[in-house]
């Protein structure tokens, strides 16, 4: 069974950049999809980005595409979100989520219970 750790949020101003990780440990991390959620206050939590295993590939919530990128470093066992353009609606609780040994359709990719495993979060403060 995998465990996550998120690290890397904090409060930024509008405009600004943060780099999200997202470490992996108990399993073969190669092996796993990973996903980016987010939650804000009194919202839904909503799918943000994703990379499959194998594959490679990347799936985008429409909202960040063109800003925030998805990367993998399967030697260092993690899982990176690099945020650009921030903006004060990007403002949540980010969650790290893994998926063994599956490659998602874009459908099952933006689906939170798609994903097995969840990281505890890691809070992102965008100011105007």
């Known amino acids: 069974q995998v465990q996550l750790v998120e690290s890397g949020g904090g409060l930024v101003q509008a405009g600004g950049s943060l780099r999200l990780s997202c470490a992996a440990s108990?399993?073969?991390?190669?092996?796993?999809?990973m996903g980016w959620f987010r939650q804000a206050p009194g919202k839904e939590r909503e799918f943000v980005s994703a990379?499959?295993?194998?594959?490679?590939?990347?799936y985008y919530a429409d909202s960040v595409k063109g800003r925030f990128t998805i990367s993998r470093d399967n030697a260092k066992s993690t899982v990176y979100l690099q945020m650009n353009s921030l903006k004060p609606e990007d403002t949540a609780v980010y969650y790290c989520?893994?998926?063994?040994?599956?490659?998602?359709?874009?459908?099952?990719?933006?689906?939170?219970?798609?994903?097995?495993?969840w990281g505890q979060g890691t809070q992102v403060t965008v100011s105007s």
């Open positions: 989520a893994a998926k063994l040994r599956q490659v998602p359709t874009s459908g099952q990719a933006m689906r939170a219970t798609w994903y097995a495993y």
């Open positions: 990379i499959a295993w194998s594959t490679g590939s990347t």
């Open positions: 108990g399993g073969t991390f190669s092996y796993y999809t």
